[in-house]
């Protein structure tokens, strides 16, 4: 297969990413970043050439660009590499605002080149599984969905958690796009939502790991319930936080009239599993489709999405679609505007083509 990937943005995330799609036999042709050594570090680490600015990219000819720089500048970089004629994968969410987003969506289709989105884990086992067993009725008609995920916060972990507390940041649009993202795959577009806060939540963050950050005050909320209403008439809510100190989520149910479809991790790969329980029954069951038997089911890891464009590109389109994406964003955005205005707002619902089977293995 063709190898060639180029990654923008050589932070925190990168060289996860690197480890990944090398371990898969993709190999790092260049990299490029705002700090020149830290891109020169990273290129050294993966035998990748170092190039300073977007341009100079083309000389290696990659058949995909990554992109993972700020939030703050995945439209404008986007944007370059697309007009410099190279696919992109961008990391979530794809653009700041809508009208970015529309923007990257227009240009790629008119220049012809490849566009796609996290989060890719759409294309994960747990998902695959909780869409086979919508699509074959196991719990009857989806009525309602309801998601969480939350945690302590970043800076347990990140060396530079300071973004996701600013602007393109938070909760909403660090998680909220590999929730919303999954939801409308399992049950469709989004018509209108409403969000809403706590009104009492920590007003500064404090952590015993790193003492830079002890008293910085988020410029976001981190904690955001949202409800959304799909055009396919289902229900869904959804509770993201940096704030809780103890949880046992993440965690997705599925409350079908027939029946309710859970998973304990239904994202990445962790420990969790798929299990139902129908009306009248007494216990709940694990899901394991027939289909898994003889169409490989795949694990998620970081980069597939990459993968999956240099490998089969027409076979994942419609997963990483990025007028999903956009949709995606386009919930968000409006999520973020009911929070500031406790006001129900619309959401223009797409014509998505969600493919409704299994995915080949990449």
């Known amino acids: 297969m063709t190898t060639g990937v180029a990654i923008v943005g050589t932070g925190h995330i990168a060289a996860s ?44 000819s990659p058949d995909v660009a990554l992109n993972l720089t700020s939030v703050l500048a995945h439209a404008e970089v986007t944007t370059k590499l697309l007009e410099l004629g190279i696919p992109v994968f961008s990391e979530k969410p794809m653009a700041l605002d809508v009208a970015a987003a529309r923007a990257l ?53 990140h060396p530079r958690p300071q973004s996701f507390y600013q602007a393109g940041g938070g909760p909403l649009l660090d998680l909220g796009p590999y929730w919303i993202a999954t939801m409308v795959d399992l049950v469709g577009p989004v018509v209108a939502v409403t969000a809403a806060r706590p009104c009492h939540l920590p007003a500064q963050i404090g952590t015993t790991d790193s003492s830079a950050w002890i ?50 991790t239904p994202l990445f790969n962790g420990a969790g599993v798929l299990r139902h329980r129908l009306r009248g029954s007494k216990a709940w069951r694990r899901w394991h489709p027939h289909i898994l038997d003889h169409e490989a089911a795949i694990s998620w890891y970081r980069g597939i999405g990459v993968v999956s464009m240099i490998n089969s590109p027409e076979v994942h389109e419609t997963s990483l679609d990025k007028r999903l994406a956009l949709h995606t964003l386009e919930i968000l955005q409006a999520s973020s505007i009911s929070l500031n205005t406790g006001k129900r707002i619309v959401v223009a619902t797409p014509e998505l083509n969600l493919r409704r089977r299994f995915h080949h293995s990449v």
């Open 215 to 264: 008293g910085f005050v988020p410029e976001v909320p981190t904690t955001v319930a949202v409800i959304l209403e799909f055009a396919s008439g289902v229900m869904g809510c959804l509770t993201m936080s940096f704030d809780w100190p103890h949880t046992k989520a993440p965690s997705l149910e599925i409350v079908g009239d027939e029946g309710v479809l859970a998973c304990d």
């Open 17 to 60: 990413y690197a480890r990944s799609l090398t371990a898969r036999g993709v190999r790092i042709v260049a990299c490029v970043d705002i700090d020149a050594d830290r891109a020169i570090a990273f290129g050294m680490r993966w035998r990748a050439a170092s190039v300073s600015n977007l341009t100079e990219l083309t000389a290696y």
């Open 105 to 157: 969506v227009d240009l790629s289709i008119s220049r012809r080149i490849d566009l796609r989105c996290a989060p890719d884990t759409l294309l994960g086992t747990r998902q695959q599984r909780l869409r086979n067993a919508l699509d074959v009725g196991l719990i009857g008609q989806p009525m309602l969905i309801i998601g969480q995920i939350a945690w302590s916060g970043h800076e347990r972990w």
